[in-house]
């Protein structure tokens, strides 16, 4: 008899672990940047590369998977990743303060901290993924991927506002302190979140026995041999990357071609952030209404998010050479429906097709695809502040540059749309939906 599947409880325990993780994240990669640059008067190289390190180390994800899989548990791996983010966080913290006094003694221990935070996230992220995918049943997963997302931001702005109150007046011992504590409770709260909530694994569910220990090398090798999977990974990836690029430059855009103040730019990126709320509940909504409708297919969203996207950076394409007439408000609320959309349906669908070959390969198919999403993310800000400095450079009128970037995003995710598409139906062609 396999597992029982998890109610709308067990969903939201999973999400305060998701929360937990992120209000740990938002600290590292927001408040020790801040500090660095504004406090210490640090190149904002510095954060940039530190943060890019943790998505790099992310590409361990598969590994981790796969010895999830090996093992046949995924709480332990949740614990020991939440413990190993939580003691990055405080290292990063000391790291931040230490380089008040000596930069190359900080910067070191930093390295140490960005790494053990990016392994955290890597094993825990990952395989509180598999647990939903093991455990949620077709009709709720649209609502439990946006619960735990939801419940993730939820960590973001609770962490610091919190957080930011603590910090006044600054001190290095306060930051430190504070990111303890943050660290702590997390951690706490992430460790009563899964107790029990896996329990014994019965011999149906177990992984089966095999003669001897399954080779890492050999097993992603017939992952990435498996073309739904492979398609997969790389609509994640070009997804990802187009999903990304725009979040630094969105604002620079605001105020160099519509002349936007620094408090109305940042007035924008919460109109984006609202239409991403907004897509990701028109998406559980649709999905618990039932996945044998066509409104509640999570084939369709995903699609269908792309090509919106597509449509909405077109639109700023457009809006970059009419300027100041030009609806931008409305413009990026539509581009935050669709990436929120898109967004909350891939998970979904990565879901279902974590363990659609039925062989325990759910925590290397997922850790794969957390990996192309990390390395998407570490290259999108990157990719996207350098593309909009080449174009300037080379067409000289900011408008046109960031036509030209805001462009090319689009064209990123009408190849991400076309993907998935492909993607959506059995390698044995038999043209039934993997996720519809």
């Known amino acids: 008899m396999s597992e029982a599947p998890l109610g709308w409880l067990g969903i939201v325990r999973l999400g305060l672990v998701?929360?937990?993780?992120?209000?740990?994240?938002?600290?590292?990669?927001?408040?020790?940047?801040?500090?660095?640059?504004?406090?210490?008067?640090?190149?904002?190289l510095l954060p940039g590369l530190l943060v890019a390190l943790h998505y790099v180390v992310q590409m361990v994800r598969p590994r981790m998977g796969h010895r999830s899989d090996v093992g046949g548990r995924r709480s332990p791996w949740i614990v020991g990743g939440m413990a190993v983010l939580a003691l990055g966080g405080i290292?990063?913290?000391?790291?931040?303060?230490?380089?008040?006094?000596?930069?190359?003694?900080?910067?070191?221990?930093?390295?140490?901290?960005f790494t053990m935070i990016g392994v955290g996230v890597g094993a825990s992220g990952t395989s509180l993924l598999v647990l939903l995918a093991k455990r949620v049943t077709a009709r709720r997963r649209a609502a439990a991927?946006?619960?735990?997302?939801?419940?993730?931001?939820?960590?973001?702005?609770?962490?610091?506002?919190?957080?930011?109150?603590?910090?006044?007046?600054?001190?290095?011992?306060?930051?430190?302190?504070?990111?303890?504590?943050?660290?702590?409770?997390a951690f706490l709260v992430?460790?009563?979140?899964?107790?029990?909530?896996e329990g014994a694994p019965s011999a149906a569910a177990a992984p089966p026995r095999q003669a001897g220990r399954p080779v890492f090398r050999d097993v992603l090798a017939e992952v990435w041999a498996d073309t739904p999977a492979r398609r997969f990974t790389i609509f994640v990836f070009i997804s990802?990357?187009?999903y990304s690029a725009q979040d630094l430059i969105l604002e620079p855009f605001a105020g160099t071609v519509f002349g936007f103040t620094p408090g109305e730019s940042t007035q924008l990126s919460s109109v984006q952030h609202g239409g991403v709320l907004l897509g990701m509940l028109l998406v559980a909504a649709a999905g618990s209404a039932g996945t044998g409708s066509r409104v509640g297919s999570l084939r369709m969203w995903m699609i269908g998010g792309c090509i919106a996207s597509a449509a909405a950076l077109s639109a700023l394409a457009v809006a970059?050479?009419?300027?100041?007439?030009?609806?931008?408000?409305?413009?990026?609320?539509?581009?935050?429906?669709?990436?929120?959309?898109?967004?909350?349906?891939?998970?979904?669908?990565?879901?279902?097709?974590?363990?659609?070959?039925?062989?325990?390969?759910?925590?290397?198919?997922?850790?794969?695809?957390?990996?192309a999403q990390a390395v998407a993310f570490?290259?999108?800000?990157?990719?996207?502040?350098?593309?909009?400095?080449?174009?300037?450079y080379l067409f000289g009128a900011p408008g046109i540059a960031y036509a030209v970037v805001f462009g090319a995003e689009a064209a990123l995710f009408l190849f991400a749309a076309r993907l998935a598409a492909e993607v959506a139906r059995r390698r044995n062609d038999n043209a039934a939906i993997l996720f519809s």
């Open 18 to 44: 998701q929360a937990s993780l992120g209000a740990i994240v938002v600290l590292t990669t927001s408040t020790l940047n801040r500090v660095m640059v504004v406090e210490l008067g640090l190149p904002a």
């Open 91 to 113: 290292l990063a913290a000391a790291a931040t303060a230490l380089m008040g006094s000596s930069v190359a003694a900080g910067v070191v221990l930093a390295l140490l901290a």
């Open 145 to 185: 991927a946006t619960i735990v997302w939801m419940l993730m931001i939820a960590g973001f702005i609770v962490t610091t506002g919190v957080a930011g109150h603590l910090l006044e007046p600054y001190s290095p011992a306060r930051l430190v302190a504070v990111t303890a504590a943050v660290s702590a409770v």
């Open 190 to 197: 992430s460790l009563l979140a899964v107790w029990n909530l």
């Open 240 to 242: 990802m990357l187009a």
């Open 320 to 371: 970059a050479q009419v300027g100041p007439l030009w609806p931008l408000r409305a413009t990026v609320f539509v581009l935050g429906v669709a990436n929120g959309a898109f967004s909350i349906a891939a998970i979904g669908s990565m879901m279902s097709l974590a363990g659609a070959d039925g062989e325990s390969r759910e925590g290397i198919r997922m850790g794969l695809w957390g990996a």
């Open 378 to 392: 570490g290259l999108g800000g990157l990719v996207g502040t350098a593309a909009s400095d080449l174009a300037r």
